[in-house]
């Protein structure tokens, strides 16, 4: 009794002092959340316009696609139609996560208006190995989607990086990274299309 006492006269200050601290991080996220979710929505578009350059606005689908996960588990894609000018579509974008080295690995990718080339990704959140796994932000790395079949994509050691196929040549010392990006892009991109087609959302000639 008496050490119990002891160490509650002790350990008082740790106590009050660490919910304080734990208040004041959860007022402080909640407080932040509205500007954070804005700031990744102007990061998805600015993104997102890079992919499709042709697109003069990016107009969210009306329902999300239902697809199942890498582990899994059936998620809610939300999916935007490119826009042109002249209101024709010009391509489709998305957001898809998955797991990479050293965390989540969260991409903005975009295909062609028909779903059956890429028009490429961009890393909207990453914290991927500085100098090896990052490099997944890389031109060099990323130009290789630029094209590419919309579907099942195939990671390889070595190769031809300018070569537009569904081959990836993975960055050298950062295999799980390379891996994980292909990873996402194939499992998304082939179950999106195909929920799409099935609720009538695009068409196997057209796109629109």
């Known amino acids: 009794m008496r050490s119990l006492k002891y160490f509650i006269q002790q350990s008082w200050l740790l106590i009050v002092a660490s919910f304080c601290f734990g208040l004041l991080i959860a007022v402080t996220n909640a407080s932040l959340s509205p ?15 890079g992919l499709l350059p042709d697109a003069n606005d990016f107009v969210l689908l009306d329902k999300q696609v239902e697809v199942q996960g890498i582990r899994g588990k059936t ?98 010392g950062a295999t799980v990274s390379s891996e994980a990006v292909v990873k996402i892009i194939s499992h998304y991109i082939t179950r999106i299309r195909e929920q799409m087609l099935q609720e009538g959302l695009l068409t196997s000639d057209s796109g629109q």
């Open 35 to 49: 500007e954070i979710e804005q700031n990744k929505i102007n990061k998805f578009n600015r993104l997102a316009g």
């Open 75 to 172: 998620i809610n894609i939300t999916v935007y139609k490119a826009i042109s000018e002249t209101k024709e579509c010009v391509g489709w974008s998305f957001t898809a996560a998955g797991s990479g080295f050293a965390d989540k690995i969260e991409l903005v990718i975009a295909v062609g208006k028909d779903f059956k080339k890429l028009a490429g990704f961009d890393c909207l959140a990453s914290n991927e190995t500085p100098g090896f796994g990052d490099q997944i932000k890389y031109s060099y790395y990323k130009d290789q989607f630029k094209g590419a079949p919309a579907g099942k994509l195939i990671l390889i050691k070595a190769g031809d990086t300018e070569k537009i196929d569904s081959e990836i040549v993975a960055i050298t």
